[in-house]
């Protein structure tokens, strides 16, 4: 932003000639409207000559119409000691005036009084101009809210207290200030004290206008500033209906950076800039702010409120972008309150709490949209080897991201829950997240493990579909153990509980026993049991050809099928072999010497003990192939020709 021009014009107080030109004393709104109190109440006749005095020498030294005057440009710049002086002239010689009031309100002491008042209002009024525009950089809000800490006390206050003997206290003062600022904190420090002094004095001594129009006028431009800088521009509503939500989201993105400085550097800033200049008057100060931010602050949140007027029934893809915009205005709203924090600023906060409020519904719509896209899921395609669905990726890939909300959730939720079927949430399983409605995240984690159990049962529909019912115990497992990972190494873990896993790691291996019945039961049931008595040679050698039709069945069948966690599918492989390799291998040992003189043994026993092992690693990776004479696999077992069976993983 250019600099302003240093070329204005200031209230100017003509020569005043004679009394009935002025305004009547008793008109100053300064005098009359403080109280008795505020005024010394041993101020002398020769202390009254003496303000007078004073006053007239420094005041028409500054004055721009006397021919005394300094070629200096700025008083403060020139002599800090000699601005100080200023300043206690100008406060000493409001004393006088009324002491003159009471004494004689129409003498010409009065009117000489009266008339360097005028001019040393507007040299103080220039004075205040030529700080603020030419001390930008050392009143950004950034610096502003440094300042805030330090001490109050200006060191203009303090030489106000004490008489020009006691310059010590004052460089007592700086020098304690001194230890705990940096050099730029100091050239802050100084000037905000400079204008606070300056502010004060013209505030009591009735000219405080003149003192805010000029503040207004410089401050308003660099806020207005500051937000340009930042991205905040005014947005019509006809064009922003036509963005797409691409456009949408990066403009939520670059919004939440802006408002977090825009907030809490800028506004905070310049509220704690406006209340120090202005602290000797909280109306005036109020006022002031009043009129530089409160047009900044509803710029500053129109584009929410437009988001979130526009997305009252959004796609539940959207949440995340809504929850982002939401969780910055909240964590906002604190310095919301404390910067706008009266009436007159009223209208901005009801625009936040306004634009919070619709948020959350769509929050809220977003969720209901999400659970009736889970139940509608009709999608009739289904992995052929009994692998993960995409619809479990994409769900726990979005109940995951959910996790990374719950603060949000938690306060959307419990503020207004949505309806779910509790008592089957209680049947499926009972964790403390059920049961403690004060632990942090409640409402959130019950609701993603009841989003997680209405994608659990849509699963178990899906896997009814599946003709071959190892298959669909397989598609159970897979899906189940993603389900189970995704909780384990997301921040679902901390919201569900270890109840939660534990007790979905049992069901886990529930699917996995009750699978093992279904393929391979017919494969153990083909060996004799322990308890039968010995068999005879022609009995063995059915036995052998029973198992060799059932394992090799059985394999070629659960070969094709994939499970695509490691560490279940070595379990799962574990477990079968534990059962079925030492059986066979017992029968193996016991009955094969009775079949020795059989000519075609080789064609009998396929299958060694050493072997059996080999083929049951090679399940679960892919599709089987078998390999051996030129007859199908069918054909090969049906006339139980020499073959070999080989697993090409995928």
């Not at 300064?30 to 020769?46: C, G, H, R, V, Y």
């Not at 440009?73 to 002086?85: D, M, N, T």
């Not at 509803?298 to 893809?317: G, Q, R, S, V």
């Not at 964790?431 to 997680?452: G, Q, R, T």
Request: aromatic fraction near 8%.
């Amino acid at each position: 932003m250019e600099k302003m021009s240093k070329t204005v014009s200031f209230s100017s107080f003509s020569s005043i000639s004679n009394l009935s030109s002025l305004p009547s004393f008793n008109s100053l709104p300064s005098f009359n409207s403080l109280p008795a109190s505020q005024l010394d109440q041993n101020f002398s006749q020769s202390m009254m000559e003496e303000a007078l005095e004073a006053a007239e020498s420094i005041i028409k030294k500054w004055d721009p119409n006397s021919q005394t005057y300094t070629k200096i440009i700025s008083l403060f710049r020139h002599s800090r000691k000699e601005a100080k002086a200023f300043i206690r002239c100008v406060r000493d010689l409001r004393k006088a005036m009324h002491f003159l009031v009471s004494q004689d309100s129409k003498s010409d002491r009065l009117v000489l009084a009266q008339k360097l008042m005028q001019i040393g209002m507007s040299t103080l009024e220039k004075e205040f101009f030529l700080i603020l525009s030419s001390n930008r950089d050392h009143l950004d809000p950034e610096s502003a809210s440094v300042q805030s800490t330090i001490s109050s006390n200006s060191e203009f206050e303090v030489f106000i207290e004490y008489d020009d003997d006691d310059d010590d206290v004052e460089d007592d003062e700086l020098k304690k200030a001194g230890e705990s600022i940096s050099q730029v904190e100091k050239a802050s420090a100084l000037v905000m004290s400079d204008l606070k002094v300056i502010a004060e004095t013209m505030i009591i001594c009735g000219y405080g206008k003149e003192c805010i129009k000029r503040y207004k006028l410089i401050r308003k431009s660099i806020v207005d500033e500051g937000l340009h800088l930042l991205g905040i521009k005014k947005v019509k509503t006809s064009q922003f209906q036509k963005m797409d939500w691409g456009v949408l989201e990066n403009m939520i993105k670059n919004w939440i950076k802006a408002a977090k400085i825009g907030v809490t550097t800028l506004l905070r800033g310049e509220k704690l800039l406006c209340d120090h200049v202005f602290s000797a008057s909280i109306t005036i100060g109020q006022s002031c702010f009043n009129q530089i931010a409160k047009e900044a602050g509803l710029n500053l949140f129109t584009l929410p409120e437009l988001i979130a007027n526009k997305e009252k029934k959004p796609h539940h893809d959207r949440i995340f972008k809504l929850m982002d915009l939401y969780a910055a205005i909240s964590d906002l709203w604190p310095d919301i309150e404390l910067i706008f924090n009266f009436d007159s600023l009223a209208s901005v906060k009801t625009l936040v709490l306004s634009t919070l409020k619709k948020l959350k519904d769509s929050i809220h719509t977003c969720l209901k949209e999400f659970e009736a896209t889970i139940h509608k899921d009709s999608s009739k395609e289904l992995p052929p080897e009994g692998g993960v669905h995409k619809l479990t990726q994409t769900t726990m890939s979005f109940i995951s991201s959910l996790s990374e909300y719950s603060r949000v959730l938690s306060e959307i939720l419990t503020e207004n829950p949505l309806k779910r079927n509790t008592h089957l949430l209680e049947y499926y399983f009972t964790a403390p997240i059920l049961e403690d409605e004060h632990v942090n995240n409640h409402a959130c984690s019950v609701h993603l493990a009841w989003l997680i159990l209405v994608f659990l049962c849509k699963l178990d529909t899906k896997a009814e579909s599946y003709k071959d019912v190892c298959l669909s115990y397989i598609f159970i497992m897979n899906n189940l153990q993603f389900v189970v990972d995704t909780v384990h190494s997301t921040r679902l873990k901390s919201l569900l509980g270890d109840d939660w896993l534990t007790k979905h790691e049992a069901k886990l291996k529930s699917y996995a026993a009750k699978y093992e019945i279904a393929a391979w039961t017919n494969v153990f049931a083909s060996l004799p049991a322990k308890t039968s008595t010995k068999v005879s040679a022609e009995e063995a050698t059915t036995c052998f050809k029973r198992f060799h039709a059932s394992f090799a069945g059985a394999y070629m069948k659960q070969s094709s099928c994939v499970i695509e966690d490691a560490k279940l599918r070595d379990e799962l492989k574990v477990s079968i072999a534990r059962k079925l390799v030492p059986e066979y291998r017992e029968f193996y040992e016991k009955y094969l010497p009775m079949l020795r003189q059989e000519s075609n043994i080789e064609m009998l026993v396929s299958f060694k003990p050493d072997n059996l092992e080999n083929y049951l690693s090679d399940l679960f990776h892919g599709t089987a192939i078998i390999s051996g004479s030129s007859h199908s696999a069918s054909s090969s077992l049906s006339s139980s020709s020499c073959f070999s069976i080989g697993c090409v993983r995928n």
